[in-house]
């Protein structure tokens, strides 16, 4: 297990920088929905949202980004996730340029791409079933380590890699701007097997240079 520490140095691009955080679904304060499962330390590590309609009512209902950020993952990524969205996220607190990444699994649809700058409250995809594998839900996760991307068996299950999702928006949803833009590391996923060697950013593909805000 790989211990939870701060990304430095390396490759960077920039995006949008978060002028605050809101909920995922029900925007701005997920109006209409519930956690049906919260965060848990060693357990549950994020958040289920669920329609307070029931059943799968809330089936293709819209997920959105909780703050301005960069996608930095959207795919079906299968092994019970199904279709994925991670987004990084630049904040300023206490002085301080601080990251996170957001994650918005099972979705029914993705609807965004890698590489593009999404601002707080744009649609990103819609509530699935992680291809018919569970009811209609929003797994939302919200990490401090830059490296996890989809190999969470690969880091600490607590606090030292994820926040709660929950009391991380409540404390944060405005925040003060100094500047519309600011500069995210990238490429800083560890591969989802230990075994998989590090191989360095095939740049022939299209979008792995991360665009500026304007692009």
């Given at each position: 297990m790989i211990a939870a520490t701060p990304v430095a140095g390396g490759e960077k691009a920039p995006t949008?920088?978060?002028?605050?955080f809101d909920f995922p679904v029900g925007k701005p304060d997920g109006d209409g929905y519930y956690k049906a499962r919260g965060y848990r330390p060693n357990g549950h590590l994020g958040e289920d949202w669920n329609g307070k309609r029931g059943g799968d009512s809330d089936l293709g209902d819209?997920?959105?980004?909780?703050?301005?950020?960069?996608v930095v993952f959207a795919e079906n990524f299968g092994?019970?996730?199904?279709?994925?969205?991670?987004?990084?996220?630049?904040?300023?607190?206490?002085?301080?340029?601080?990251?996170?990444?957001?994650?918005?699994?099972?979705?029914?649809?993705?609807?965004?791409?890698?590489?593009i700058h999404v601002r707080r409250g744009q649609q990103i995809g819609t509530i699935g079933t992680g291809g018919g594998l569970y009811d209609a839900h929003l797994h939302f996760e919200i990490r401090k380590d830059l490296r996890v991307g989809m190999a969470r068996h690969r880091f600490p299950h607590d606090d030292r890699t994820y926040w709660s999702p929950t009391d991380f928006i409540a404390a944060r949803r405005?925040?003060?701007?100094?500047?519309?833009?600011?500069?995210?590391?990238?490429?800083?996923?560890?591969?989802?097997?230990?075994?998989t060697p590090v191989a360095a950013p095939d740049k022939r593909k299209p979008g792995l240079s991360v665009p500026g805000p304007g692009g």
């Open positions: 949008l920088l978060a002028d605050g819209p997920v959105y980004a909780c703050g301005n950020g960069a092994r019970g996730w199904g279709n994925v969205v991670i987004i990084r996220h630049v904040y300023e607190e206490g002085g301080t340029q601080k990251y996170v990444d957001s994650l918005y699994g099972h979705l029914g649809a993705i609807m965004v791409r890698y590489g405005t925040l003060t701007a100094s500047a519309k833009s600011a500069m995210i590391p990238i490429f800083t996923f560890v591969p989802y097997k230990e075994t």
